[in-house]
């Protein structure tokens, strides 16, 4: 019997005003939500084979239960919406809400992925390499061109990782090695990509994602 993988995608509900806030100056309240919709939508097309595999348990876990309005219904109208499991993140802090997703799943997986929505070249080929490198590390990380990172993956807890960190800055991926190194961890990281948080991040933002509008 194969080991179990777990994979969790973060995602907040496309509302104007709330979703992509720090796009807002650039694109419109609604622009930012238009947006925030079409990275999602694109994050759960490029993650979509890992479906086929019965190894792999899927979870999409969103900000909040207000957040079901929109969910519920987009997962009812994909094809293989059955293998997502919905849930609610836990928590007022991002940290915490990720620590206790991720050891949430690793209580029957022996491993576990954690993603976002605002990269586009993730994708199912990054999340395997993941999956690939936890066999032989503790921690596996997609860094971020800004200095965080858009994928974080383990094979048991490490809360080190969670714990007093500035989202949101230049330093996570670094404070995340320092953390690491300290409690004598091992960690893999897959090529740095891009992630759409600023303004000056839309210039990555590949073609058949913009609107007239950006």
Known sequence: MPQKRH???????PKAGLAKTRLIPALGADGAAALAKRLFE??????????????????????GAQDDDFFKPWLEQQTG????????QQGHELG??????????????????????DAPSLDHEVVEA?????????AVF?????????????RAPVPELFHDIEWGSARVMQTSRDRLRAVKKTWHELPPMHDIDE????????????????
């Open 7 to 13: 994979l969790i995608v973060f995602a907040k509900s």
């Open 130 to 138: 993941a999956f690939t490198a936890l066999a032989s590390n503790d």
């Open 81 to 88: 919406s059955a293998q997502w499991q919905l849930t609610h």
């Open 42 to 63: 694109h994050t759960m097309e490029m993650v979509s084979p890992l479906s086929l595999r019965a190894d792999t348990a899927l979870e999409l876990c969103v900000a």
């Open 96 to 117: 915490r809400r990720m620590q206790t997703a991720l050891e949430s799943a690793l209580q029957h997986a022996s491993c576990a992925i954690l993603i976002g929505t």
């Open 142 to 154: 997609a860094p971020a061109f800004d200095g965080g990172y858009t994928l974080i993956g383990l």
């Open 199 to 214: 303004p000056s991040d839309l210039i990555h933002l590949p073609s058949h994602l913009r609107s007239k509008s950006n």
